[in-house]
C-alpha cells in the first residue's frame, strides 16, 4: 500500500481558546483536527488543568507542508503574545492523502 | 465559631501550601459548580414565582448600576496607584464590578447558620451584576472602536456556562413553583452544604496555586485585593439602604459588591481583551479577595450592616 | 404544568441550539448514567422480592415479543417508505424495537408526580426488552451467515454496561429486599429525581447536536421519529391490555415501546452492523423521539391508556 | 443476609471477570473516594470533640506499635516461606501492616445494620494505623541507609490523598462538633451506604483485574493472603482486649489489623521502593486479602471477637 | 548512549472501536499501545466527546516499520470504510529497540 | 516564517511518576513538558487507568537534540528497570527556538 507525506502540526495552548482556534483551523483549509485534554508547563508557567482557567488543550491537525505553514504562520502571529502556546511540526505518512 | 464549610476551604489551602498529592480531577469541580449553580437559580426563581417582578425593577436596575460604577471606579485606582497597563487595569475592574458565586454561596450558608433571613430573590441580582462589569472591561480596555466584536463578546458573556445554568435555574424554579420543585430538593437543597464544603475544598487548591502569581506581583495587589471589597462592600451598604433591603439583604449585597469574579469573568477577558495578564487579576481575585471575603470579609459586612441599619 | 426535569431537558437543548459554553464532562454522564441504571434496578428488584418469578413469566414471554414484533415491522417501512439502505434500515429498527432507560425513567417521574401506580416490576420488563431488537437488527443486516459472530454479539448485548447495572441493581435488590436496601435510598432513590434532572440537562445538549444529522437526512427520519413510537405505543397499550396491567402500568409499557434506545442498542449495532451510518439512528432516536416521547408522547399514551383502560 | 453494599462488590467482580464493557471513569472513582475520606474524618473528628485526646493516648500507642508489630512479623514469612525478593517482601509487609480504609468503612456499614455500637474515634486509629508500616517497610528493603531521602517519604507519606483527607475531616468534625457539622450530613452520613456501594462496585472491577496478577504468581500469595488476615485479626483482638475495647471497636480493630492498605501504601513503596514489583503487592491485597475480608473476615472477626470477650 | 530507528503508527477513531482495535493491534505483532481519550473534527463530522457515542480515542503503537505498515494496512481495509478513522506514521527513535 | 529543528521527546509511565519525572524535566534544562492522562499496554501488561495504581500519564518535551539525548538517557538509566515506561524521539520543526 502507497503511503504520502504530510505534515502533521501539533499545538499546545489554553482551553479557554478551543473554539477560536478550532474556527482558524476549519477556515485555514485543513480537512480536520484531534484534540485532547492536557495540563502542562512553559513560559507562562504551570497549568495543572485543577479548573477550566488553568487547563490546557492538545491539538493536532494533519495537512498538507503548506496549510501547515500557514497555519502555524497565523496562529503565531495571532495568539503567541497573549496566549500560552506552543506549537510544532512533524512529518508524517498517511495511507489516503485526499482525506487531509 | 467557624462554619465548617469554610474549614474545607482552610484544608484546601493548607493542603496547597503544603504541596500535598491532594488534586480533585476537574470533572468533579464541574460537576460541583453546575450542582451550585443550578441549586442557587433553582432557589431564587422559586421564590421570583411569589412576586411580580415588575416590584423588582428598581432593585434590578440598581445592581446593575452599581456593576457598572465598582468597575469604573476600580479602573483608575489600578491604573494610576497600581501603574498597571491599561489592559490589566481594565481587566482586573471587571472581575472586581462582577461577582463570584462562590462568595456568594459561604455568604447564603453564614447567613443560613445564624438565621438571618434574606430577600430571597438574591440569585437573580447575582446574575445581573455578573454582567455590566464586563461591558465596562472590555471598552475600558480597547475604546469604543469598531473592531471588537461584540456579537462574539455577548455570546460569551450570556452563553458561558455560569448564566446559563443560573438563568436555567432560576427559570425553571420560577416556572415549576414550590411544589414542582420539591422532588429536586434532596439533591439541590439538602445536599447544597456538603457540595458547598468540597467546592471549597477545590477552591483552596485553586487559591494556594495562586498564591505564586501573587509572589510576583507584589503588594499593591494585596493592598487592593483587600481594600478594594471593603470599599464595595460600603457602596453595596449603601445601595442595599436605599433600596430598603432587610438586614440580610444588606449583607448579601454587601458581599456581592465585595466579591470579584472567578468563573464568567476570566473567561469572558481571556477571550476579549487577551492582552491583559491572566495571573494578575487571579492573583487578586482567588489569591486574596477570596479568601479575605470568606474568611473575614463577610462578617465585617454583617457588623456593618447591623451598624447601618441598626 | 410542566414537570420540571422535562424542564432541565429543555434548558439543555436551548443552551445546545444556541451553541452555549455549557458542556458537562463525560465522567458526569457516566456517573448519572450509573446511578440512575442502578436506582431502576433496585427498585425493580425490591418487587421482584414480594412475588414469585413464575407469575411474571407471561409478562415476560409478551415483552419479548413485542421487541422483536417493533422490529420487525419498523424493518420494511424503512426499507421502503425511506428508500433507506438495508443495514441503516436493519439498525433503526433496532434502536425502535428496544427501549430507553432515560425515557423510562422520565415515565416513572411523570406518574409519580400524578400519583398513579404502576406494577413496580416494570424495570425487569424494560431490560428484556432491551435484546431481541438487537438481535432482528443484526439478522436483518446480516442474514443468518455463518460469519456472523454470534459469541462477541452475545458478548456486546448483555455485557454492556447498560444491562450490566441493570440487571446487577435488579438482583441486589431481590437479594437484599426493601429492609435491606434501605441505607442505600438517600443515593438511589431520595437523589432520583434530581440526578434524573442533570441526566436530561445532557440529553438535552445531546440532543440538539444530532440536530444536525436530521438536517443532513430531511423530513422522512422527523416524520418516521414521531409516527413510529405512536404507532408502537398502540401495540403497547394492546399487550398491556392483554396482560391485564393497570393504568399506570399501561402507560409504561406503551412508553417503553415507543422510546427508542440510545445506550444498548448504538453501541451493538456500531460494532455488529457497522457499515450502517450511526448519524441517522441517533438523529432519529435522540434528535426527534426522545424529545417527542418526553415533551409530549407520555402524555398521549396516558391519555391512549386511560380511554383503552376506560 | 449479606449486606447490599457487599453485593456491590460481588457485581464488581463478577462483571470483572466476565469482560463487560462497564468501567467506571477515574474522576467518579476519585469523587467517590474523597467522599468516603472525608465521611469517616468527619465521624471520628465529632466524637474526638467529646474526649479529652489524652485518654486515647494509651490506644494510640498501642496501634502505633501494632503497625510496627504486624509489618515486623509478616517481612520473615514473606523472605522464608515465600523465598520473595527483599524489596518485594519488604513491600507486601508494609501493605499488611498498614490498613485499608474501604475494608474499614465495610466494617462500620456491617456493625451498623447489626447495631453493634463501637467506640466512634476509630478513625483516629485508622490514620495513626496508617503509617507506621510504611517506615517499616522502606527501612526493610532498603536498611537505614544514608541515601533514603525521609524528607521526601515523610512528604510522600503525610501528603498523600488518604491521610490529608482523613486527617481534614477528623480536625473539621473536631473544630466544628455535632452540631456545626449537622448541614453536611445528608452528604457525608445520609449518602455514606450509597457511596460506599458504588465504591465497592468499583473495588470489584479492580480485584477482578488483580487476579491476572496473582495466575502468575501462584498459591503463596493466595495463602499469604488469607492466612495473613487471620493471623493478624487475632493480634487485634489481643490489643483491643488489652485497651478495654467494646464489643464493636473490638471487632473494628481486628478487621483494621487483618486489612491491607490499597491507597497509601502502594503510592509510597512505588516512589520509595520502586524495585519491588507492584503487581505482586496489589494481586495479595486487591485480589486476595479485601475480597476475603469483606465477604468472609468480618464475620468472623465478630465472632471470634464475641468469644474473647464474652 | 545508542538510539534505534522505529515507526509510530497513531490512530485516531471512535471510542467503540477500542476493544476491537486492542485485538487488531496485539495480534499485529506490536508489544503495546498507549490510548488517550480524544475528541475532533474529520469527514463523520464533529465528535465532541459529550458521550460514549461520540467519543474518539488516539491511540500509539511503537513498532518496526514492518508491523506499522501492515497494521495500517489492515486497519485501513476492515475500518476506513465503516468507521471515523485516520492513521498516521511518524519516524521516531528509541533506546531499547527489543521491547517494541 | 523561518522554522527550527528541534527534538520531541515522549514519555510513557506510571502516573505515580509525575512528580518525580517533573522534577527531573526541570533539571535537565527543558523549558517546559505537556501531559495528558493516557492508557495502554507494554511489557509490565495491561494498565487500563481504572484507579490511581494503573493509570498512566504520556509527557511530551520539546526541547533541543542534547538535551533530548541527555534526558531520555537519564530516565532510562534511573527508571526503565523498575517503572512501566516508554521513551521515544521524533524530530519537529519549531517556529520560536528561544522558547524551547
Ligand atoms: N518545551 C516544551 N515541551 C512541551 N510542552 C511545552 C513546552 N513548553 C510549553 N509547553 C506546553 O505549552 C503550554 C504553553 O506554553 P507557554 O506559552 O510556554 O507557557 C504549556 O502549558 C505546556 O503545556
Ligand atoms: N486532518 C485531521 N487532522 C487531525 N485529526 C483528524 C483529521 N481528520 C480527522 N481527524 C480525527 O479523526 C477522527 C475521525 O476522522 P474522520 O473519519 O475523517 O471523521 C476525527 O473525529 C478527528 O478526531
Ligand atoms: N510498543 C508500544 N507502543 C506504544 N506504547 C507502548 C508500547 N509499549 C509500551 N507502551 C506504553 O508504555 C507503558 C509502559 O510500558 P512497559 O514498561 O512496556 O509496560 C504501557 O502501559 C503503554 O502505555
Ligand atoms: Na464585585
Ligand atoms: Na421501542
Ligand atoms: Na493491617
Not at chain 2, 471606579?73 to 489600578?78: E, H, K, R, T, W
Not at chain 2, 451584576?129 to 471598552?139: L, S
Amino acid at each position: 500500500m502507497n503511503s504520502y507525506p504530510k505534515k502533521l502540526l501539533t499545538i499546545v495552548t489554553e482551553a479557554a481558546l478551543e473554539s477560536t482556534l478550532i474556527r482558524e483551523i476549519d477556515r485555514s483549509g485543513a480537512h480536520g483536527y484531534t484534540v485532547t485534554d492536557a495540563r502542562g508547563k512553559g513560559d507562562h508557567g504551570v497549568r495543572d488543568a485543577g479548573w477550566p482557567a488553568s487547563a490546557n488543550i492538545r491539538v493536532e491537525v494533519v495537512c498538507d507542508a503548506e496549510t501547515a505553514r500557514s497555519l502555524a504562520a497565523l496562529l503565531h502571529d495571532r495568539y503567541y503574545q497573549d496566549y500560552a502556546m506552543i506549537l510544532f511540526i512533524a512529518d508524517v505518512e498517511v495511507l489516503r492523502p485526499e482525506k487531509f | 465559631m467557624m462554619d465548617p464549610v469554610i474549614l474545607f476551604f482552610v484544608l484546601g489551602i493548607t493542603a496547597g501550601l503544603l504541596r500535598s498529592e491532594l488534586r480533585l480531577p476537574a470533572a468533579v469541580y464541574e460537576f460541583v459548580t453546575i450542582v451550585l449553580l443550578l441549586a442557587i437559580g433553582l432557589k431564587g426563581g422559586i421564590e421570583l414565582a411569589k412576586q411580580p417582578l415588575g416590584q423588582l425593577l428598581p432593585q434590578m436596575v440598581a445592581v446593575v448600576a452599581l456593576g457598572f460604577v465598582l468597575a469604573l471606579l476600580a479602573f483608575p485606582i489600578l491604573r494610576k496607584l497600581g501603574r498597571l497597563q491599561r489592559a490589566d487595569a481594565a481587566s482586573i475592574a471587571a472581575h472586581y464590578g462582577s461577582v463570584s458565586v462562590g462568595t456568594y454561596a459561604v455568604a447564603v450558608a453564614y447567613l443560613g447558620s445564624r438565621q438571618v433571613s434574606f430577600e430571597e430573590h438574591m440569585p437573580l441580582l447575582l446574575v445581573l451584576m455578573e454582567v455590566p462589569a464586563i461591558i465596562v472591561g472590555i471598552i475600558l480596555a480597547r475604546g469604543v472602536s469598531r473592531s471588537t466584536r461584540w456579537g462574539s463578546v455577548v455570546h460569551e458573556v450570556f452563553l458561558g456556562k455560569g448564566i446559563v445554568l443560573l438563568l436555567g435555574g432560576l427559570f425553571i424554579g420560577w416556572a415549576a413553583g414550590p411544589v414542582g420543585v420539591e422532588p429536586l430538593e434532596p439533591l439541590f437543597m439538602d445536599l447544597f452544604k456538603g457540595i458547598l464544603a468540597l467546592f471549597l475544598l477545590e477552591m483552596g487548591l485553586i487559591t494556594a496555586a495562586q498564591l505564586t502569581g501573587l509572589r510576583r506581583y507584589g503588594v499593591f495587589l494585596v493592598g487592593f485585593g483587600i481594600a478594594m471589597p471593603l470599599f464595595s462592600s460600603v457602596l453595596g451598604i449603601a445601595t442595599a439602604w436605599m433600596l430598603g433591603l432587610s438586614l440580610g439583604g444588606t449583607v448579601i449585597l454587601a458581599t456581592l459588591a465585595a466579591s470579584a469574579s472567578y468563573i464568567a469573568v476570566p473567561a469572558a477577558m481571556r477571550i476579549s481583551v487577551p492582552e491583559a495578564n491572566p495571573t494578575l487579576s487571579l492573583a487578586a481575585a482567588l489569591g486574596v479577595t477570596f479568601p479575605f471575603n470568606v474568611l473575614i470579609g463577610i462578617p465585617i459586612y454583617h457588623a456593618m450592616a447591623a451598624w447601618a441599619l441598626g
